[in-house]
């Protein structure tokens, strides 16, 4: 494998090294304005070396996978200047088998992508024309190699397969943008459901609704998720947590959140984007509480950040950043959530990061597609509405989670009501 190489013409001069190469081939599939903009396919070729020189550490990248000597040679150059290395490089461990790799992907082609996106425009026009659409298809196939001078040799082949459809309906000077998709590295996705679950969305927004400033019963969708998720995962964050900027710093094993409330990253979901036995360090991946029952579990560590916090990798490196994050399911369907609410907002998407202080969990974002339940019926789209609170208040104040999960992106979650948030109408 290039990666030994690597690795031993690094190891001439360092005390340890780790390489990896990886090289995809991608094709993608775009419309734009209700038409086919373009079919594209590329392919990448990457190379990264990581060395430890003088209890230093160096790393540099290169797209030439011939250039080996360049490549090594600069992660020793950096090392000179680099910052201290609280780590070894990882020896060989047994890591949990996990599906990242679907062979129908390979074979879908271009024409049948084309296809599949035509139809999904098709069937949201039935419903209505007037609704100007986008979509797009993407499929990926990456082969990995993987070495470290302390033993660990991997080489994996994944494969990642996405659609989905949004669109843009204006009446007058109402603008209204909605859609759905999902990805993952498995060919079977069902391009029709994606699309039924676009027009809903749409037919929920058919009416305007007008809703007032007021402290409100606000659930949240899978989707919606995502506001509360942002600062939980700036939170968990190991690094933040050694610097003493996150929150739950010094609380670990204490009590956060309602006790429904259980979240895990979990790497090992068969066909899931982040899923994969290992991680970019080598480290096995496994299943890692960070909440159960409202009570704080774990951090999420890199090598690096553990060796400075004294404890070990948790299997999230470079970067302690997060896989798939499952939220679990509660004992309360969404249709009863609405039924038992007399007045509140459902956040389905908000606009960016809108304002606020993401690490101590402030958040004050518009929300970009939203609905206003009334005497426990949805009634319409909201417009023009902020939405303002506290994630840790708002984690506190759990009123129901839903019974049913969905993926949105790498977060698999079910629907959460909150007591009470600041809905802002202007």
Request: overall charge negative; hydrophobic content about 40%.
């Amino acid at each position: 494998m290039i990666v030994n190489k690597l690795i031993e013409k690094a190891m001439k001069k360092a005390q340890g090294a780790q390489a990896s190469l990886w090289q995809t081939e991608s094709t993608n599939v775009s419309f734009e304005n209700d038409r086919l903009k373009s079919v594209e396919s590329s392919q990448r070729t990457g190379i990264n070396v990581r060395v430890i020189v003088n209890e230093k550490i160096g790393t540099s990248y290169t797209t030439d996978i011939d250039d080996i000597d360049g490549v090594v040679s600069k992660a020793l150059e950096v090392a000179e200047f680099g910052n201290p290395a609280h780590f070894q490089f990882p020896g060989p461990s047994d890591g949990q088998d996990v599906k990242v790799y679907d062979s129908a992907v390979t074979h879908t082609t271009k024409e049948e992508m084309v296809r599949i996106g035509e139809e999904m425009i098709a069937l949201v026009k039935e419903y209505n024309p007037d609704i100007i659409l986008h979509a797009g298809l993407g499929k990926v196939i990456s082969k990995s190699e993987f070495a470290n001078s302390s033993g660990i040799e991997l080489t994996s082949e994944t494969t990642n397969f996405g659609l989905g459809i949004n669109g843009q309906l204006v009446r007058g000077t109402d603008i209204l943008w909605a859609g759905h998709g999902f990805g993952w590295r498995k060919r079977d996705i069902d391009h029709i459901e994606i699309t039924k679950k676009a027009i809903q969305l749409f037919k929920m927004a058919e009416k305007t609704a007008p809703i007032r400033s007021a402290n409100m019963p606000v659930i949240f969708t899978p989707e919606g998720v995502m506001v509360l998720l942002l600062a939980l995962r700036l939170g968990f964050d190991g690094k933040n947590v050694l610097l003493g900027s996150s929150p739950l710093a010094g609380k670990l094993g204490e009590k956060i959140a309602d006790e429904r409330l259980s979240i895990y990253d979990n790497p090992l979901i068969d066909y899931a984007n982040n899923s994969g036995k290992y991680d970019g360090e080598g480290v096995p991946h496994r299943v890692l509480p960070l909440i159960e029952n409202g009570i704080v579990k774990n951090f999420l560590y890199d090598l690096d950040t553990a060796g400075r916090a004294n404890t070990k990798s948790t299997g999230h490196g470079i970067g302690c950043n997060p896989t798939n994050i499952v939220i679990k399911e509660g004992d309360k369907s969404f249709e009863d959530m609405v039924k038992e609410t007399k007045e509140g907002l459902i956040v389905h998407d908000v606009m960016g990061l809108g304002q606020g202080n993401p690490i101590s969990g402030e958040f004050s974002v518009n929300v970009q597609l939203g609905y206003k339940i009334e005497n426990g019926e949805i009634v319409g789209r909201v417009k023009d509405v902020m939405l303002a609170g506290n994630t840790y208040d708002a984690i506190k104040d759990i009123v129901a989670i839903g019974d049913k999960s969905e993926w949105a992106g790498s977060i698999l979650a079910p629907y959460v009501q909150i007591g009470k948030l600041s809905v802002v109408a202007k």
